[in-house]
C-alpha cells in the first residue's frame, strides 16, 4: 500500500523537489499551496494557511502518512 504525505509549500523550490522525489519513490502525494503549480503525480490542494476555515475544508478527506 502506497504511503500518503502532504507536501506544504508544494509549489516552492524545496517543496517541489521533495514532492517529485516522493512520487518516484511510490508515494501519494498532496500538494499545498495557495496557488498549485501543476506537477506530475502531484494532487493539487489550494489553500491559504493564513484562512484556517479554508485550509480545514480543502483538507478534508485527505489522510497523510507524513507532512
Known amino acids: 500500500m502506497a504511503r500518503t504525505a502532504l507536501i ?7 517543496g ?3 514532492a517529485a522525489l516522493l512520487v518516484e519513490q511510490g508515494w501519494t502525494v498532496h500538494g499545498l ?5 501543476p506537477q506530475d503525480g502531484v ?4 489553500a491559504d494557511l ?3 476555515a ?14
Open 8 to 14: 506544504v509549500g508544494a509549489s516552492g523550490i524545496v
Open 16 to 18: 517541489s523537489a521533495t
Open 33 to 37: 499551496a495557495r496557488r498549485p503549480q
Open 43 to 46: 494532487l493539487p490542494v489550494a
Open 50 to 52: 493564513q484562512d484556517a
Open 54 to 67: 479554508a485550509t480545514k475544508a480543502a483538507l478534508t478527506g485527505v489522510a497523510p502518512d507524513a507532512v
